[in-house]
């Protein structure tokens, strides 16, 4: 006894395209920040890494670390939502940062 199975090539396509619109599971980490130039540099590095738009980053940022101007001894902790957890570590030797991975996001 044999079974056919028969598929289109059109609906095969279909299917590996909606792979394409899965959502990626985020991972939350969080940057320890002092400036608003190291807070760019973490942009551009996410960006150059995930592009544009597969991260997220907390707002309001830069109206906190502008109230920091004043006062170097004070950090801010600064989270972003991003694809692999494993730039964190990258992030930390990069820029000389204190990061940390979220737990429960």
Known sequence: MSVEIET????TFESL????????????????????ATWYAVIRELNQVFGANNWKGQSHVRRRL????????????????????????????KLAVTVRIAPNK
Do not use: C, N, Y
């Open 66 to 93: 502008e109230g920091l101007i004043w006062d170097d001894s004070k950090t801010i902790w600064v989270w972003f939502d991003v694809p692999d957890e494993k730039i964190a570590t990258w992030l930390a030797v």
């Open 8 to 11: 289109s090539a059109l609906s």
């Open 17 to 36: 395209d909606s792979l394409k619109l899965t959502p990626l599971v985020m991972h939350r980490i969080q940057v320890e920040l002092r400036d608003i």
